[in-house]
Nanobody
């Protein structure tokens, strides 16, 4: 059974930091691209950051320079370090795994991040 379990969300003041974690099980983690998405109330889910199997990273323009995505294949875990948080970063953050070779995609259940102004 595949599971992606996010943790690390919470309430933080603007300018603060949080680190999200996504622990994967039931998949061969190293062959999956890992991404973080977010969805704010009344808005569509948007891609925040991706790290490929090879370690390449991409970020949404809105988080460049503030967020850092990383992965630890030995721990089957991806991370999203979020610094200089803004009120507009408030959303439910979802972990996503996409297998370029398996063509399978998996989602976590989401973790709430609330940034107070």
């Amino acid at each position: 059974q595949v599971q992606l379990v996010e943790s690390g969300g919470g309430v933080v003041q603007a300018g603060g930091s949080l680190r999200l974690s996504c622990a994967a099980s039931g998949i061969r983690f190293s062959i999956y691209d890992m991404s973080w998405y977010r969805q704010a109330p009344g808005k569509q889910r948007e891609l925040v950051a991706t790290i490929t199997t090879g370690g390449s990273t991409n970020y949404a323009d809105s988080v460049k320079g503030r967020f850092t995505i990383s992965r630890d294949n030995a721990k089957s875990t991806s991370y999203l370090q979020m610094n200089s948080l803004k009120a507009e970063d408030t959303a439910v953050y979802f972990c996503d795994a996409w297998g370029p070779t398996t063509r399978k995609q998996y989602w976590g259940q989401g973790t709430q991040v609330t940034v107070s102004a």
